[in-house]
């Protein structure tokens, strides 16, 4: 896979101050999907997580907030349990999706 390519990551966070707390949120809002209270997906190569976690890192304080990006598999598998935001039977599809491939190729739109 090429270095650039597009990728799934999940980034979670615990920060220590509510109005740190509140600033990442409302940026990283504009920059991933929120998934859960301090979880997010966020799709893009290692060079633009790299430098999404050089602006959080802008945002946060190192000695006492915690930010971790996990790069997910492919394919990936999720199960849930308990009260979720997103309805039954709803997919996560993205460019990095094998299943949106199979969508576009199902339906002709590809």
Not at 60 to 86: F, M, N
């Amino acid at each position: 896979m090429a270095l650039n390519a597009p990728r799934s990551w999940l980034i979670a966070y615990d920060i220590a101050n509510p109005r740190r707390l509140c600033k990442l949120h409302r940026f990283l809002v504009k920059h991933a999907m929120p998934i859960q209270y301090s979880v997010f997906h966020f799709e893009g190569s290692p060079a633009h997580m790299g430098q999404l976690m050089a602006a959080i890192e802008t945002r946060i304080d190192l000695d006492e907030d915690d930010v971790r990006a996990y790069l997910l598999p492919k394919p990936l598998q999720i199960i849930t349990l308990g009260r979720g935001s997103i309805p039954g039977e709803t997919m996560l599809l993205s460019d990095v999706s094998p299943s949106l491939q199979t969508l576009l190729e199902a339906t002709g739109h590809c």
